[in-house]
Every structure is written in C-alpha cells, then in structure tokens.
C-alpha cells in the first residue's frame, strides 16, 4: 500500500539521500530532486528494488528558473504527491567577511528563495487537497545567530520562521508543517563548501541516518520544530514560551520610557 508520493529535494546525497531511503521504508513512492543524475539514477533503481515503492529521479539545478519551474509544476499537478521534504542546501566557508558575495547570494537563492517557492506551491496545493505535510530542513545554527556565518545562519532562521508562521496558518486546512535543526551531521556539505570535517569535534557530529530518524520520530509525534540532538525538550518549551510572553509588549501606541526623551512624561 502506498502512503502517497513524497518529493524530496536535495535527495542524491547526505539528509536528502536518507529521507529517501527512510520513506521509502514506510512505503512512500519517491520523486527525487538534485542535479546529479548518475546518483540518483543509482539510488532510485535501489530504492524501488529493496522497497517495491516507484521512484522517479527529476533531474534539477534548483538555481535555474526553468528547472525550478519544472519542480513547481510538479508538486502543482501530481496529484498523488502528499510529502515535500525540503533538503537542497549549500553551506558556507568560514565568516560572511571571507566569502565572496556572490557564493552568498547563491546560498540565499537555494536556501531561502527556492525553499520558499517550493514551500509556498506546496501550501496552496496541499490546503486545497486538505491533505499534505511539508518538511523544511533548517539547522541548530538558526538558534545561534553569533555562532557562524551571518549568511548562512540567517537562511535558516528564515526556514525556521517560515514553518512556524505557515504551520499556524495551515493547520485547519489538514496540512501540516514540521522543521528540523540538525547540528552538525556527516554528510558531503563540509567537503562540498571546502571544509575539514575532522576540525569538527566528534562529539558534536551526529550520524546523517541517526537524524533522520529522529527527525521522523519527531514528525510522528506531530512536533511543529524538531532539534534531534535536544535531550530536554523543556528548554525549548521555555524558548517558546519566552518568545510568546513578548508577545503583548511588542507593538504599543508609545516608546518605552528609557527611548523617550528626558524628563518627557506620559
Ligand atoms: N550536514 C550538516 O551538518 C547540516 C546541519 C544542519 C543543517 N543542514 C542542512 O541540511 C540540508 C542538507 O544538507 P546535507 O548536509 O545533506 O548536504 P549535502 O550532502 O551536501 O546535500 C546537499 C543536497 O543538495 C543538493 N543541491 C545542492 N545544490 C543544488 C541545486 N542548485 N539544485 C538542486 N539540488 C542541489 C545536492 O545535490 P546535487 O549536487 O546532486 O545537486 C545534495 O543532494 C541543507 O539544507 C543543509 O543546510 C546540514
């Protein structure tokens, strides 16, 4: 029995690869986005072999206005298609002031301008089916904006605000809405951006196939935002909570006192 298709970008390797194979473990028929055609060529006649599921490589440069137009038509008129997962992303070299401008804007592009349209198609289609769920991959680093590059970091904030403002707004049109902020984990993103994996300490590293599950293991128990190496989960519900105390202070008719003029009373 099928679970529906899910289209997974960023599948020919890394986070992508394993949601690929993790889905089609529970017997979802796969569409797999990258631009590596030999990988996953090679992981879909694995995958349909060991799992019975139909897998359909789509060969994408995300980057490309075309090609992403071909990914939004996709998800637009298949209807069978009920699971996005978000994976495609670059990382960064080192700080913002030693990255070149334009490796930048291309990291913004894919994690950030692409996610966001293929988030948005799926949203409409979805909310309109009243069926669906939508999975964006963000990072820990999203929580520690001082910790890395600004760039980078600011993507997945954005991932991260995305999924929690359109989980609020999808959930009573059936669709819902998860992100994940993995910490480090093995994949090729370090030796794709250049960078020595070893540097990393291993006790900070988790295994890609030892996040995924957990990520899932999250989805199943309907979480909104997963942190898979988070052991006290209390911390994030005081996180939440902080945040939405705010809430009330954050927009008034007048200036708090200490930005008003001296001796102006109100
Ligand atoms: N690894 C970590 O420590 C870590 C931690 C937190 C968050 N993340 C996030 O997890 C996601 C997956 O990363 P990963 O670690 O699995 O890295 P990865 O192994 O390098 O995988 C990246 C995937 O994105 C695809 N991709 C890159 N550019 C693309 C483009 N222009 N068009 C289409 N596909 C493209 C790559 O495939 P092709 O080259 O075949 O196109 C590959 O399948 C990213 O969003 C990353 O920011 C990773």
């Known amino acids: 029995m099928t679970q529906g298709t899910a289209l997974i970008t960023g599948a020919s390797s890394g986070i992508g690869a394993v949601y690929a194979e993790r889905l089609a473990r529970r017997g979802h028929d796969l569409i797999l986005v990258a631009r590596d055609f030999d990988r996953l060529k090679s992981l879909s006649n694995r995958l349909s072999g060991d ?21 939004i038509v996709k998800l637009r008129e298949d209807a069978e298609i009920s699971l996005l997962v978000n994976c495609a992303g670059i990382g960064p070299n080192g700080p913002l002031l030693g990255s070149d401008p334009d490796s930048l804007s291309k990291m913004v592009q894919l994690n950030v301008d692409v996610l966001h349209s293929l988030t948005a198609t799926a949203a409409h289609t979805f909310a309109h089916r009243r069926n669906g769920a939508i999975i964006n991959i963000a990072s820990a680093v999203a929580l520690m904006p001082e910790r890395f590059n600004a760039t980078y970091v600011a993507t997945k904030a954005f991932v991260l605000a995305l999924t929690q403002a359109l989980s609020a707004e999808l959930e009573p049109h059936g669709v819902r809405m998860q992100t994940v902020l993995p910490g480090f984990t093995r994949t090729e993103i370090f030796d ?6 070893g540097v990393i300490p291993a006790d900070m590293m988790m295994d890609a196939g030892e996040m995924v599950d957990a990520a899932l293991a999250g989805f199943d128990r ?3 935002v997963t942190i898979p190496s988070l052991a006290d989960s209390d911390l994030w519900e005081q996180h939440e909570r902080t945040r939405r105390d705010l809430g009330p202070h954050l927009s008034l008719k007048h200036a708090a006192a200490r930005y008003r003029p001296r001796g102006e009373m109100r």
């Open 51 to 71: 799992h019975g599921v139909v897998v359909t490589p789509l060969i994408a440069d995300l980057t490309s206005v075309a090609d992403l137009e071909r990914v």
């Open 192 to 197: 794709r951006a250049g960078i020595d994996i």
């Open 222 to 224: 309907g979480e909104v």
